[in-house]
């Protein structure tokens, strides 16, 4: 059985559906197998560097009821980086040695980091500086973290968008409309993608593929030609203007969002086409809700695996969904390299066989 641990779990960067099966599946694993102890740090970072340190215990039954539960239980937060956090003063701070304090304070032999990119390299490098042991597990709708075929929260947010263009048919085709649906995906594509192919959509402009308006257009013109008055186009929040700008903005906090896109191109389009246009900007939806049985089943065997690789006192590593089935990969390597939409990817040449508009 090894020796009793006292690990730690702590859930990073914007939330997805998912990762609370994660940490039901962390916690039947640690406590229910190895009867070790789970403290579930709240707020991801923020939670160790507040004094006291912001935990709490996690056994089976306070995990009974969270497989379906969208959220984190534990909180989470995707704003102040750790090595520059800002202050209440304007100044910004390195917290990291306080942040290495708290989880020494918490008396722990190891900690579960579930993050994106972005979260896998702050905590890997706090890690790093405070020898803690550190085990990763990728989530994002993004899909983007490098290595993992898939990471949580993804195949949710695919449901929900294509749900959403489900519904956008019918309305579509009442109306002889062009509905456009703005996905959510930072700068990778594999929402709008997935989804677009998934829900049928006639357009799919994603940010890895450069698109002409004069394409788009044609491609509306073509379905008119063939008597059908309506079309569904599915864009992702970073694909850029004609001329080659990001839609984004500052909020009254200093952090930048992207968004505008849809409504940008339903501009563009009517005007260029004389078709009417709508927009469907769907935001956080893609992030809620109960999640999908695959984030389920990957939250359940990631979680699993994650504590596995802490009994076998294997450090630094992150897990990944490949061939499907767990595979560990060093943690530096994942976050080494951004998964971006690959234009040779199956789906891409799958969307051009359908004669979906890809925008080029
Ligand atoms: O990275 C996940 C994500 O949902 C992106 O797709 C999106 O651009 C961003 O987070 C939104 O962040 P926030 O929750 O801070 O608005």
């Given at each position: 059985m ?12 914007g ?10 599946a ?36 306070r ?32 917290r ?18 579930v993050g ?10 706090i ?25 949580i ?10 749900e959403?263009?489900?519904?956008l048919?019918f ?55 063939q ?7 599915i ?8 001329e080659g ?5 500052q ?7 992207l968004?505008?896109?849809?409504n940008?191109?339903?501009e ?28 389920r ?7 699993v ?39 040779n ?16």
């Open positions: 090894g020796e009793h641990k006292r690990i730690g779990i702590l859930t990073s960067g939330d997805c559906a998912g990762l609370n099966a994660v940490i039901r962390v916690v039947h694993r640690a406590v229910g197998t190895y009867d070790w102890e789970v403290m579930g740090i709240c707020r991801s970072t923020v939670g160790l560097m507040s004094r006291p340190v912001q935990a709490l215990y996690l056994d089976i039954d995990v009974d009821t969270t497989l379906t539960m969208g959220g984190t239980i534990l909180g989470t937060t995707n704003k102040g980086n750790p090595f520059a956090f800002p202050m209440a003063d304007g100044s910004l701070s390195d990291s040695d306080e942040i290495i304090e708290g989880y020494h304070q918490l008396g722990l032999d190891a900690l579960i980091g994106g990119d972005g979260s896998l390299a702050i905590l890997r490098r890690a790093q500086q405070g020898k803690i042991n550190l085990i990763g597990i990728p989530k994002t709708i993004d899909n983007d973290v490098g290595i993992t075929e898939r990471s929260g993804f195949d949710t947010a695919v449901n929900i968008a294509t959403a263009l489900d519904r048919h309305t579509a085709a009442s109306h002889s409309r062009v509905m456009i649906l703005e996905v959510m995906g930072r700068d990778a594509g594999h929402i709008a993608l997935n989804a677009g192919i998934a829900g049928g959509a006639d357009i799919i402009l994603i940010p890895e593929i450069p698109y002409r308006l004069d394409n788009v257009c044609r491609k509306i013109k073509e379905r008119q030609d008597g059908k008055n309506f079309c569904s186009a864009v992702s929040e970073a694909v850029c203007t004609t700008e990001l839609m984004k903005y909020d009254r906090f200093g952090e930048c969002r968004g505008g896109i849809g940008y191109l339903a563009e389009i009517a005007t260029t086409s004389g078709a009417e246009t709508r927009v469907t900007v769907l935001g956080h939806v893609q992030r809620g809700g109960i999640p999908s049985p695959l984030d089943l990957l939250g359940s065997a990631f979680g695996a994650a504590v596995d690789l802490i009994a076998s006192e294997q450090y630094d590593r992150m897990v990944t969904w490949q061939n499907r089935e767990v595979a560990i990969v060093p943690i530096a390597e994942a976050i080494g390299q951004y998964r971006a939409v690959d234009p990817d199956t789906l891409v040449k799958t969307a051009r066989g359908l004669g979906i508009c890809l925008g080029d």
